[in-house]
């Protein structure tokens, strides 16, 4: 699948996958290599989705399930190769003038929707005209709004002009392309484009059976050709242990393993014949995330006695078996903006119970859970069902907590219903969830303090004027120095308040079925160029 530009259209990504399993860094040098056979169309790839998509209009959708079949049925103008270059899709160039204020796209000829409408500059206007049309009720404007005018001299050419330096801008144009001529005029919220989509991508929507699966079909007038697998399935499975069980009796020919998956239940002779794994560090993390509108998590010195008696390291090696490090901020630590110089939370219980005493937090009647007058020392972590390394991580969090005086309940709920009731709604105490983030470090739409509102990204609702001033400065200038001052003070004040307990970043561990060839593992992952996976014809196990 062509990778996309990395923005806040992906970003949620991670929250329901939890295993990525391909727009992450490069694999070390022992993963599979592959003869070289002759590329054949045909066959099926069946991967799992642990939840039923919410919305199959991008601008509407922040779901995994719902993001990795829009990837496969829309474009943008742009995304990241290989490498994490950013190239042309629907453009097939582009100009930006030298003060970085204009941007200049010149789009492919011959382009066509899945439905046989040609696809022209118009599209784009009305893309960006609905994005910041206030009635529709989208997370990802915030792109757009910083647009100043977007022209369309022609059908091949996109002007954009920006009203001031937006470091981001490039990248934002990875954004899925709508359809015009379906869409102008209809209330979004109400089109069955939500339930059957029509893009310009490398597949076609051809059905969806609720709770079972959704089907889609290449694209036989693609603009790179048809993609070799004629078809991708999607079956929905909501939990990572019917899915390996779905694996190992060829119902899947994909997922992102389990650490405990990849070490111990994978080394056998038959599975390693059947199937080829990859390994490499993720541009995500996961995180322990508070409701700082609780007033209970409004002093800084609770947060900070959390982390300091949560044992991140013994979650690193006890829930991903080693397979992966310790998170201390929002950025990957192999990464250019990453501060290895902030405040750090080592596991240190002392100094969190010193902490919850300072903050008035203790123990009178010795029952095991501190008090502070009347208010017991108590709350409830909520994430989402099919992800065990986040279950097993709160389960050592509360059994860590309980030995400073900390009472933590657990709560687990299905994909649709965690984000509808409790996420989106502030309807929660804290959270364990994940962000997946790439090259551009801009993170406004997760801290700023303008985003907190219904369905917007920072649903914990922080607030730091000095954190907002910085990711206004940090987005409006291209010098890499410059944003590297920036970013470093910002991940030092996030630090010091712990508004996440930032837990760590994960490894991606995807297999794939043997029979599919073309995988290339580069900086990107594997996914990057799944129209070229093929499967040679007397390998082949599906005729539809």
């Known amino acids: 699948m062509p990778l996309r530009a990395f923005n806040p259209f992906f970003v949620i990504l991670i929250l329901a996958a939890g295993l990525l399993a391909g727009c992450d860094q490069a694999p070390p040098a022992s993963v599979p290599t592959q003869g070289i056979t002759v590329p054949a169309f045909g066959d099926t790839f069946i991967e799992a989705s642990i939840g039923e998509p919410s919305n199959l209009l991008p601008v509407l959708s922040s779901d995994s399930a719902s993001s990795e079949i829009n990837g496969l049925v829309y474009s943008g103008l742009i995304r990241y190769n290989r490498d994490l270059r950013l190239e042309g899709e629907l453009a097939e160039s582009w100009e930006v003038s030298d003060d970085g204020l204009i941007m200049t796209f010149h789009l492919r000829h011959g382009v066509v929707w899945h439905d046989g409408a040609p696809f022209t500059s118009a599209d784009v206007l009305f893309t960006y005209q609905m994005y910041i049309d206030p009635q529709v009720p989208t997370s990802y404007a915030e792109d757009f709004r910083q647009v100043a005018d977007l022209q369309t001299p022609d059908p091949w050419t996109v002007r954009v002009t920006y009203k001031q330096p937006y470091a981001p801008a490039l990248e934002s144009w990875g954004t899925p392309i709508h359809p015009r001529h379906l869409l102008e005029g209809v209330d979004v919220t109400k089109s069955p484009l939500s339930r059957m989509p029509i893009g310009t991508g490398p ?37 990572s242990t019917t899915q390996f069980l779905e694996l190992l ?60 008696a949560i044992n991140k390291q013994e979650i690193v090696d006890g829930v991903l078996l080693g397979m992966g490090q310790v ?44 008090e502070r007058g009347e208010e017991k020392l108590s709350f409830t972590i909520v994430t989402n069902q099919g992800n065990d390394l986040r279950v097993r991580s709160a389960e050592i969090l509360q059994r860590r907590l309980k030995e400073v005086g900390i009472d933590v309940q657990i709560r687990v709920v299905e994909w649709a219903t965690f984000l509808k009731e409790f996420i989106f709604p502030g309807n929660f105490d804290a959270t364990i ?28 609702h922080y607030k730091n004027s000095e954190v907002d001033a910085l990711l206004e400065r940090g987005r409006r200038t291209f010098d890499q120095q410059e944003r590297k001052q920036i970013y470093d003070r910002f991940q030092e004040i996030l630090a010091e308040e712990q508004p996440y307990t930032f837990l760590y970043v994960g490894e991606a561990l995807p297999v794939v079925a043997a029979r599919f060839r073309g995988i290339e593992p580069s900086p990107a992952g594997i996914r990057y160029n799944f129209i070229r996976w093929y499967v040679a014809a007397d390998e082949q196990k599906y005729a539809r």
């Open 203 to 239: 597949y076609r929507f051809i059905e969806w059976q609720s709770g079972e699966k959704l089907v889609l079909e290449a694209n036989s007038d693609y603009y790179e050709g048809a993609p070799y697998i004629r078809r991708v399935v999607y079956r929905i499975i909501p939990d």
């Open 249 to 308: 009796s060829g119902g899947l020919d994909f997922m992102g393993l389990t650490p405990l998956q990849y070490s111990k239940r994978t080394d056998t002779p038959a599975f390693q014949r059947s199937f080829n794994k990859y390994r490499y560090l993720s541009f995500s993390y996961s995180y322990l995330g508070y409701n700082l509108r609780k007033p209970l998590f409004q002093d800084q010195r609770l947060r900070q006695a959390i982390s300091y």
């Open 327 to 370: 998170a201390t901020g929002p950025y990957k630590p192999d990464t250019w903006v990453y501060n290895p110089n902030i405040r750090r939370y080592d596991y240190n219980p002392e100094q969190a119970r010193a902490l919850l005493e300072e903050a008035g937090w203790f123990d009178l009647d010795h029952d095991g859970v501190r």
């Open 433 to 460: 969830l994940g962000w997946s983030g790439g090259p551009e470090p801009d993170q406004y739409n997760i801290w700023h303090s303008s985003k907190t509102g219904p369905r917007d990204l920072n649903f914990i």
